[in-house]
């Protein structure tokens, strides 16, 4: 291993910002009605199940991710919190909004999730990065009514840490550039070694063995090639590198690949019926497919479990998943939900009531990586592909599920209320994606 | 990668080297997508200004507000369309009924401007 720092500077009018949302959901929420500005607001998963999201006012309640709510449910009326259930249209086109101002204020993004991001600020925009920082956070402020936080620094693992200390450490008023900062190892030195990005639980453990605790420690052993080259595999040589100020990866480049997708819900309420569990796992499938395909991906195999009541009979097995391979991998619904549809059967117990299912993706490949075969009906052919890049264009386009399978439910949508639907019982409304929910405002 | 093309028989249209993107409303109102929202009137305190109960406002958070524009404000956490008007050194957000008091912006006010109003959208009744 050699580290010569003049190799990496032929880049050197380009830092990284990660810019990251503050309280991504409650701050959405907060856009559109002024009133829950100050109050504590707390954001619940899928069926209103737990709490995923909370506002600075929550977090200081002391209420913390995952509250079940049944359980708090008194807590949060004594203490004025403000419950939502999760309004993704809303989050995700606020998100697409954050995106946009800032692919136009910097060099290039790349989408790290809903509420983050990384950027490549060239330093011929701003000469002060410090006043680019402040540029960023005030302009997605006043463009989407977003606040942000922005952490810039010579890499990318440097710039989340800058950006976890400025959303931290209200002194640096949400922005924090650790570009030529004297302060950076005294920010370093504060930064327990599992925050760091790419470091993993199992490595933590075993870096403290060595007595490597924070982010400094870690960064030192740059000194130490024979430990690092014994200790640590190459992500975690990257990461060394990195705290050094050293870029060793561009945007996009993640740290390791996504190995699987996973569809898992519970049920609106549990279900004993076949039919009925058939149908939820059949939309689960479809909604896995979409994400494999929106990801250019094809899978090659898929687990179902259903998951059973463990609080009732806590001696009973509760869960019961099956597992298939497919023979070529693909991303066609329609042969996703028949195999599905197969596992259920499979493993459904009758007088039995179910809670949840799972669905999981594994052995996903790249579309380019498998041969088509236009003639073999056993293969995702060419055809399956365009009706499935058809279907999924119809659906960005007018709506989720306006063209969707039949063993998903479709039948029965309009008449009778379908049993494992979502609950959604303190759903905000969808601002900006429905004409009839558009923010209204007094002229009187 | 396309199973099916349309083969195109018979004359060849005299426009077709002509042919241009048909008029598209939003590019004429909407200049910052990412900032632009749109929001609903209730009440006719604005109706000199062309703003009727009911109608759809183009908002453009982007847009810094100059004195005279119509704007969507947050007073005391009640999203309000008022004129913005400065007198001297003071700001204040008027209608245009003269039944409600013009809102005089205090050292003090809890108050926000949200976006400036740009465009109405009315409807006629027929």
Not at chain 1, 62 to 90: C, H, Q, T, W
Request: proline fraction near 4%; charge should be positive; aromatic fraction near 8%.
């Amino acid at each position: 291993m050699n580290i010569d720092p003049g190799s990496f500077n032929n880049r050197s009018s380009i830092v990284y910002a990660m810019i990251d949302c503050n309280n991504f959901y409650a701050s959405c929420e907060r856009v559109f009605n002024p009133k829950l500005e100050g109050k504590p607001i707390v954001i619940l998963s899928n069926n209103d199940g737990c709490v995923i999201a909370r506002s600075e006012e929550a977090k200081d309640l002391g209420i913390p991710m995952g509250a079940p709510e049944f359980k708090f449910r008194r807590f949060f009326k004594d203490n004025g919190v403000v419950v939502r259930s999760s309004n993704y249209p809303l989050y995700g086109d606020m998100s697409r909004r954050v995106m946009e101002v800032l692919r136009n204020l910097t060099h290039d993004i790349e989408v790290y999730s809903i509420d983050e991001a990384f950027a490549e600020l060239s330093t011929q925009t701003y000469s002060d990065l410090n006043e680019y920082g402040r540029v960023i956070k005030q302009t997605i402020y006043q463009w989407t009514g977003l606040p942000v936080s922005v952490g810039i620094a010579p890499s990318k693992t440097l710039a989340k840490i800058a950006n976890e200390t400025a959303k931290r450490n209200l002194t640096y008023k949400g922005v924090l550039n650790l570009c030529n900062n004297p302060g950076t190892d005294q920010i370093l030195k504060k930064m327990p070694l599992q925050k760091v990005w790419g470091i993993g639980h199992n490595l933590t453990i075993r870096l403290n063995r060595f007595d490597v605790n924070t982010a400094y420690d870690l960064k030192q052993k740059v000194d130490y090639k024979r430990w690092v080259r014994k200790h640590l595999n190459v992500t975690g040589l990257r990461t060394v590198l990195e705290l050094n100020g050293l870029p060793c990866m561009q945007l996009s480049e993640a740290l390791e690949s996504r190995k699987g997708i996973l569809t898992s819900r519970m049920f609106g309420k549990p279900l004993y019926d076949l039919t009925e569990i058939e149908e939820a796992v059949s939309t689960y499938i479809s909604r896995a497919a979409e994400k494999l395909r929106a990801q250019h991906s094809l899978a090659s195999n898929m687990q179902v479990t259903l998951i059973g009541d463990k609080f009732k009979n806590p001696k009973s097995k509760y869960k019961y998943g099956a597992y298939t391979s497919f023979k070529v991998p693909t991303a066609h619904t329609p042969t996703l939900i028949h195999a599905g549809k197969q596992i259920t059967r499979s493993i459904h117990l009758p007088e039995t009531k179910y809670k949840k299912a799972a669905i999981m993706l594994t052995g996903l490949v790249h579309n380019s990586e498998v041969q088509m075969d236009l003639f073999d009906p056993e293969l995702y052919t060419r055809q399956q592909y365009t009706l499935m890049e058809c279907i999924d264009q119809i659906n960005t386009r007018h709506g989720r599920n306006t063209a969707a399978f039949a063993a998903t439910g479709l039948h029965r949508k309009n008449n009778e209320a379908v049993d494992w639907k979502m609950n959604q019982n303190f759903l905000s409304k969808r601002y900006t994606t429905e004409w009839e929910d558009i923010m209204i405002a007094q002229a009187r | 990668m396309k199973l099916s093309q349309k083969a195109e028989t018979g004359f060849v249209s005299p426009a077709a080297d002509h042919l241009q993107k048909p008029l598209d409303l939003e590019e004429l109102i909407v200049h910052h997508p990412a900032a632009t929202f749109y929001v609903r009137a209730e009440g006719n305190a604005m109706q000199a200004s062309g703003i009727h109960d009911g109608d759809i406002l183009v908002v453009d958070r982007s847009i810094h507000p100059k004195e005279g524009a119509i704007v969507i404000a947050a007073i005391e956490e009640e999203p309000v369309i008022r004129r913005l008007v400065k007198r001297g050194s003071r700001l204040f957000l008027i209608s245009d009924a003269p039944k409600f008091e013009p809102i005089t912006i205090h050292p003090d006010t809890n108050w926000l401007i949200w976006g400036v109003v740009t465009h109405v959208i009315h409807r006629y009744k027929s």
